[in-house]
T-cell receptor, first 117, second 111 residues
Framework: GAVVSQHPSWVICKSGTSVKIECRSLDFQATTMFWYRQFPKQSLMLMATSNEGSKATYEQGVEKDKFLINHASLTLSTLTVTSAHPEDSSFYIC?????????????FGPGTRLLVL | SQQGEEDPQALSIQEGENATMNCSYKTSINNLQWYRQNSGRGLVHLILIRSNEREKHSGRLRVTLDTSKKSSSLLITASRAADTASYFCATSKTSYDKVIFGPGTSLSVIP
């Protein structure tokens, strides 16, 4: 099946620093990728939809200047958490939809756990 | 944003029993999916059911969809300890739209 990877799998950083998370579709091309955030014991909240070659579409309440998304190629989207603060500590998960197979199924990455001290 | 509710929020059963989880949603949908997530891990896609389908099976899983009530249920038969996880329903308004998750049900299967 289709595989989506994320890097890093976990990261600890100091408050005020920026953190970049990569999401890659390993064996398929994805024009659209999605970024979710999950706090402990809660569900996944959609943050934004990332489209290759165009600006991301952010969900209501998500600060676009804080969560920078770049979808530079059909296999890579990046999420940068700028000036991270402890409240940004969360589990960040990306997903990708395969273009060629024309399927509704989204393939999810394993997630990146961010801890901001 | 989240779509609807899941019921129950937490469920504890004995191994071998059946587990039923329900999901309600608010808007019209094209499809509904169920996912499993083990503690602190990524998501595993279980099953997708389209709005024109009423029931689907996959191994020990049975999913029903009632679009008139805007609800779905996931039945896991003959549960195993390894089924212990959180289960989420997720909906899309169109075939290729974003997927919105429900709050999830935490299932504990006691050996």
């Amino acid at each position: 099946g289709a595989v989506v990877s994320q890097h890093p799998s976990w990261v600890i950083c100091k408050s005020g620093t920026s953190v970049k998370i990569e999401c890659r579709s390993l064996d398929f091309q994805a024009t659209t990728m999605f970024w979710y955030r999950q706090f402990p014991k809660q569900s996944l909240m959609l943050m934004a939809t990332s489209n290759e070659g165009s600006k991301a579409t952010y969900e209501q309440g998500v600060e676009k200047d804080k969560f920078l998304i770049n979808h530079a190629s059909l296999t890579l989207s990046t999420l940068t958490v700028t000036s991270a603060h402890p409240e940004d500590s969360s589990f960040y998960i990306c997903s990708a939809r395969e273009v060629a197979r024309n399927t509704e199924t989204q393939y999810f990455g394993p997630g990146t756990r961010l801890l901001v001290l | 944003s989240q779509q609807g509710e899941e019921d129950p929020q937490a469920l504890s059963i004995q191994e071998g029993e059946n587990a039923t989880m329900n999901c309600s949603y608010k808007t019209s949908i094209n499809n509904l999916q169920w996912y499993r997530q083990n503690s602190g891990r990524g998501l595993v896609h279980l099953i997708l059911i389209r709005s024109n389908e009423r029931e689907k099976h996959s191994g020990r899983l049975r999913v029903t969809l009632d679009t008139s009530k805007k609800s779905s249920s996931l039945l896991i038969t003959a549960s195993r300890a390894a089924d212990t996880a959180s289960y989420f329903c997720a909906t899309s308004k169109t075939s290729y739209d974003k997927v919105i998750f429900g709050p999830g049900t935490s299932l504990s299967v006691i050996p």
